[in-house]
């Protein structure tokens, strides 16, 4: 399942939810990353000033992976001989 992204409420909402969807507490999640139930929780409060790498360990100790894809919206038709 894909989750887009575009604003830290969403990132908030995901976060709690794909920890919530593997059956985690904040508490687990922390003993996973070696870190403690409260910093979890602040990540999940506000992760646009938590760092990337932390973010991206707490999504793959849940299970999951990071990807940058292009909006189809952005992206180039590929030139054909109608296109000039």
Do not use: C, H
Request: net charge positive; no cysteine; charged share 25%.
């Amino acid at each position: 399942m894909k989750y887009p992204v575009d604003n830290p409420q969403q990132l908030r909402t995901i976060l709690r939810s794909l920890r919530q969807a593997r059956g985690l507490t904040q508490t687990q999640l922390g003993e996973r990353l070696g870190v403690t139930q409260k910093r979890i929780a602040r990540i999940e409060a506000a992760p646009e000033v938590t760092a990337f790498d932390q973010i991206s360990r707490m999504v793959t100790a849940m299970g999951y992976s990071l990807m940058v894809e292009e909006p189809s919206a952005y992206r180039v038709a590929e030139p054909g001989p109608d296109t000039w």
